[in-house]
């Protein structure tokens, strides 16, 4: 890959990134005059209010509660979060617990428990100002009493593993706890709640972003086990989550909240960053940069492999017929597509995506593609993506590498470190989904 390929694409990512900042997208959307304090459009007056507490979670949680922290000053009373490993930061009020992800753990459940232990000492006396952000299912571990953490974890692991989309995978999450689908606004009722949230899922669905804490849930018992079902992990799951789901799909456990529940009157959920703001911003700098730019969507879906083949025939397309964008052409997308285990590799969706396009685009020149997560993390790897041209897989082929073999056992971050194409940006603290770069540069 030539480098001026390589600094474009990261140019352009790290505009995207920048748009996405937590504390900034929280400052946008909070603000106080006097007395008032401002969400959005709604108003509260703060001497309504006996206390202020904060909780939240997810990667991008510790930002925006600073961001909290600098507009409330003295009149946040204190402050919980969880945090991914590595993503937290130093604040004045809020108590910071780092925990696993995207497998819970023990840390996660001990500091859920202290979230629900606060919220629950709330009275229609508090406001509760909530911040959550990507992350926040798995940073949020309160199994159900008839669900240990051990299998939690494990239907985690499998459906992360089957390729199941987020949705799916927090409906089912959902009805396994006691602090998701609406658990943590259920905790601090009948307090006054606000939560800023910064979106990780296509639609930026309240009830989806880190499984709905203080969302009503539109999921059921039925949708978790038809899921389930889907996959065919009916036979791998414990028989007391299956028992939990058959209960639930039964009618003898209650459901979730749902929308509607007077739970919710007055509570706010507010979107304060998105994917569409990081494309909007990434191709801002890709037109400065004189690329012809193009945003195809910030729902991308589907299996990364697939996806792949997708960006290799727009570039194609814009090759030999200036379609949809003339050349010099950066054509933009984000999303959160899939990928289904089938070997023992290391990697994760965006290098594979990346790995996958490699592959489709063998010996095309003027092609360049940049795949990453916005977190920082793709995957369990310390990559937050990775690069890809037409010239990718000669340059592997050199050292002995074969690609096809590195996708069919899901090992993209090993065929990408020896041809120094990953892309490394550490904890970024934000997650709005991965951002996809194709450029196709001039004949």
């Known amino acids: ?68 922290e600098d507009v409330l000053g003295d009149r946040l009373a204190a402050g919980w979060i969880t945090v991914k490993y590595g993503h937290g930061l130093s604040l004045k009020k809020t108590h910071v617990m780092e925990a696993g992800h995207p497998i819970p753990d023990e840390a996660g459940l001990e500091a859920t428990r202290t979230l629900l232990a606060r919220l629950g000492e709330c009275s229609e006396h508090d406001l509760v100002v909530g911040v959550f952000s990507g992350g926040g299912s798995a940073l949020l571990p309160a199994p159900c009493p008839a669900v240990s953490l051990e299998e939690k974890k494990e239907i985690t692991r499998l459906l992360l593993e089957c390729g199941a989309s987020i949705d ?134 589907g299996e990364a492999r697939e996806v792949a083949k997708v960006f290799a025939a727009v570039g194609r397309e814009v090759i030999e017929a200036g379609h949809p964008v003339a050349a010099p052409a950066c054509i933009l997308s984000g999303g959160e597509p899939t990928v289904t285990v089938r070997g023992p590799g290391k990697g994760g969706r965006s290098q594979e995506l990346a790995l996958a396009f490699a592959i489709a685009v063998d010996g095309l020149d003027r092609l360049a593609l940049l795949a990453a997560g916005t977190d ?25 590498l074969i690609p096809r073999e590195f996708l069919a056992r899901n090992d993209s971050y090993n065929f990408f470190a020896p041809i120094d194409q990953l892309f490394k940006t550490g904890p970024t603290r934000t997650n709005v989904m991965d951002l996809f770069c194709l450029i196709v540069d001039r004949e």
């Open 168 to 301: 799916e995978i927090n409906a089912v999450r959902k009805h396994l706890s006691r602090s998701k689908g609406g658990g943590l606004a259920k905790a601090a009722h009948p307090a006054t709640v606000v939560s800023l949230l910064l979106s990780d899922v296509i639609g930026d669905r309240p009830d989806v972003i880190a499984s709905g804490p203080t969302a009503p849930d539109v999921s059921t018992f039925a949708d978790a086990l038809e899921i389930i079902e889907r996959y065919g992990l009916t036979g791998k799951i414990s028989t007391n989550v299956l028992g939990r789901l058959n209960d639930g799909a039964a009618g003898r456990l209650e459901e979730t909240p749902k929308p509607g529940d007077p739970l919710f009157a007055g509570l706010l959920n507010l979107v304060v960053g998105n994917n569409r703001a990081a494309l909007n911003a990434a191709a801002d700098r890709a037109r400065a940069l004189g690329f012809h730019t193009l945003v195809l969507s910030s729902g991308i879906r």
């Open 1 to 68: 890959m030539r480098d001026k390929q390589r600094r474009a694409l990261t140019e352009i990512h790290l505009a995207g990134l920048r748009a996405v900042e937590p504390e900034n997208a929280v400052k946008v959307h909070l603000r106080r005059s006097g007395n008032d304090l401002h969400v959005g459009e709604r108003s509260y007056a703060l001497d309504d209010f006996e206390r202020i507490i904060l909780v939240g979670a997810g990667k991008g949680a510790a930002p925006m509660a600073k961001a909290v």
């Open 376 to 400: 920082g993390t793709d995957g369990p790897t310390d990559a937050a993506g990775a690069f890809a041209d037409g010239h990718t897989c000669s340059r592997a082929l050199r050292l002995g």
